[in-house]
C-alpha cells in the first residue's frame, strides 16, 4: 500500500498541474451546459476531470474512482482499499461568475474512511493537504484548526440563512458567518484555521466532501455527521447526510444544538 508521503505528494502535483489548466480555460470563453438540479457544468469541469483520471488512475490502477463528472459504476469502487473521490472543479458557479471561490479537491477514501486530501484554489494559490496521521500543511506549511470552546464570536463558514432560521429550538448566539461557494473551500479554510467551523446541512456528495474529510481530520479537527456519528463513504447511493468540522471543543458545542435536527436516513427508511 502507498505510504502517506507518497499519497501527498501525488495529490498535490496532480492539482497543481489541474489548476494550472483550469485557470487557464477560466479566462477564456466558456462553454456551459445544464445538469438540472445539478446546477451547471462547463468545458473546465469535463477537462479537469478527464485530465484528473488519466493522471491519477495510470499511477494507482488498483483504486476505485469517484468523480462528480463521472457516470458512477459502483462495481469500480466498491470493496477497494482506497478509492479517489473528486469534485473537479467546486464551485462551477463561482468560476462561471468569475468569482475566486472555485477549487479543485482531490480526495482518497480508505476502505469507508476519508484518508487524504489536496484542495487547491487556483486563482488564489492555496494549496491545503493533509493525510490522517501525517500532518495538514497549507501551502507546504503545518497548519492545524483553532482550539476555541465557544459558540459566540466564532468564524463559521457556512450560509448566514441557515443559523437565522427561525427552527432552531435555541437561537444561535451572535457569529461571524463567513459565505465560501464550494463546500471543499469551506473545509480547507477550518482545517487551515481561517475559519473555526463548517456546517453542510443536508444531503452531500462524498466528492464534495471526502478530501475536505481527511484534510480537517488530519489538521487535529473533528469531522462527523450532524448527530456526532463519523462520516462513513463510499456507500452505495455516495452521500453522507451532513457535515460538521471544528476543533474539538467547538465541534461538541455545534453537535449539542444539530443533534435535534430529523436525520434523513431515517426519514429515507421509514
Same mark, same amino acid.
Given at each position: 500500500?502507498?505510504?502517506?508521503?507518497?499519497?501527498?505528494?501525488?495529490?498535490?502535483?496532480?492539482?497543481?498541474?489541474?489548476?494550472?489548466?483550469?485557470?487557464?480555460?477560466?479566462?477564456?470563453?466558456?462553454?456551459?451546459?445544464?445538469?438540472?438540479?445539478?446546477?451547471?457544468?462547463?468545458?473546465?469541469?469535463?477537462?479537469?476531470?478527464?485530465?484528473?483520471?488519466?493522471?491519477?488512475?495510470?499511477?494507482?490502477?488498483?483504486?476505485?474512482?469517484?468523480?462528480?463528472?463521472?457516470?458512477?459504476?459502483?462495481?469500480?469502487?466498491?470493496?477497494?482499499?482506497?478509492?479517489?473521490?473528486?469534485?473537479?472543479?467546486?464551485?462551477?458557479?463561482?468560476?462561471?461568475?468569475?468569482?475566486?471561490?472555485?477549487?479543485?479537491?482531490?480526495?482518497?477514501?480508505?476502505?469507508?474512511?476519508?484518508? !487524504? +486530501? /489536496?484542495?487547491?484554489?487556483?486563482?488564489?494559490?492555496?494549496?491545503?493537504?493533509?493525510?490522517? *496521521?501525517?500532518?495538514?500543511? #497549507? $501551502?507546504?506549511?503545518?497548519?492545524?484548526?483553532?482550539?476555541?470552546?465557544?459558540?459566540?464570536?466564532?468564524?463559521?463558514?457556512?450560509?448566514?440563512?441557515?443559523?437565522?432560521?427561525?427552527?432552531?429550538?435555541?437561537?444561535?448566539?451572535?457569529?461571524?458567518?463567513?459565505?465560501?461557494?464550494?463546500?471543499?473551500?469551506?473545509?480547507?479554510?477550518?482545517?487551515?484555521?481561517?475559519?473555526?467551523?463548517?456546517?453542510?446541512?443536508?444531503?452531500?456528495?462524498?466528492?464534495?466532501?471526502? !478530501? +475536505? /474529510?481527511?484534510?480537517?481530520?488530519?489538521?487535529?479537527?473533528?469531522?462527523?455527521?450532524?448527530? *456526532?456519528?463519523?462520516?462513513? #463513504? $463510499?456507500?452505495?447511493?455516495?452521500?453522507?447526510?451532513?457535515?460538521?468540522?471544528?476543533?474539538?471543543?467547538?465541534?461538541?458545542?455545534?453537535?449539542?444544538?444539530?443533534?435535534?435536527?430529523?436525520?434523513?436516513?431515517?426519514?429515507?427508511?421509514?
Amino acid at each position: 500500500m502507498q505510504s502517506a508521503a507518497s499519497e501527498l505528494e501525488l495529490l498535490e502535483a496532480c492539482a497543481r498541474e489541474a489548476g494550472t489548466m483550469a485557470r487557464e480555460l477560466s479566462l477564456k470563453p466558456l462553454e456551459i451546459e445544464s445538469k438540472g438540479e445539478a446546477g451547471p457544468v462547463t468545458n473546465v469541469d469535463k477537462a479537469v476531470d478527464a485530465m484528473l483520471e488519466i493522471k491519477l488512475l495510470s499511477k494507482r490502477p488498483d483504486y476505485g474512482w469517484l468523480s462528480e463528472e463521472t457516470p458512477d459504476k459502483p462495481e469500480y469502487r466498491l470493496g477497494k482499499d482506497r478509492t479517489f473521490m473528486l469534485d473537479p472543479i467546486d464551485g462551477t458557479a463561482s468560476l462561471i461568475g468569475k468569482t475566486p471561490q472555485w477549487t479543485i479537491s482531490i480526495g482518497i477514501v480508505q476502505g469507508n474512511r476519508a484518508y !487524504a +486530501g /489536496a484542495i487547491y484554489n487556483p486563482m488564489t494559490d492555496e494549496m491545503f493537504t493533509g493525510v490522517v *496521521g501525517h500532518g495538514a500543511f #497549507f $501551502n507546504g506549511m503545518p497548519m492545524k484548526v483553532t482550539d476555541i470552546g465557544y459558540l459566540e464570536g466564532a468564524r463559521i463558514i457556512g450560509q448566514k440563512s441557515r443559523f437565522a432560521d427561525k427552527r432552531w429550538p435555541t437561537p444561535w448566539p451572535k457569529m461571524d458567518v463567513i459565505e465560501r461557494h464550494s463546500i471543499a473551500y469551506r473545509m480547507a479554510l477550518v482545517a487551515a484555521g481561517m475559519g473555526d467551523a463548517t456546517m453542510l446541512f443536508g444531503w452531500k456528495h462524498e466528492w464534495d466532501v471526502a !478530501a +475536505g /474529510a481527511a484534510i480537517v481530520e488530519a489538521a487535529g479537527g473533528t469531522v462527523s455527521d450532524m448527530w *456526532g456519528g463519523p462520516l462513513r #463513504f $463510499n456507500n452505495e447511493n455516495p452521500r453522507v447526510p451532513g457535515v460538521a468540522a471544528a476543533g474539538a471543543e467547538l465541534h461538541a458545542l455545534l453537535i449539542e444544538r444539530t443533534k435535534t435536527l430529523p436525520d434523513p436516513r431515517e426519514q429515507a427508511s421509514g
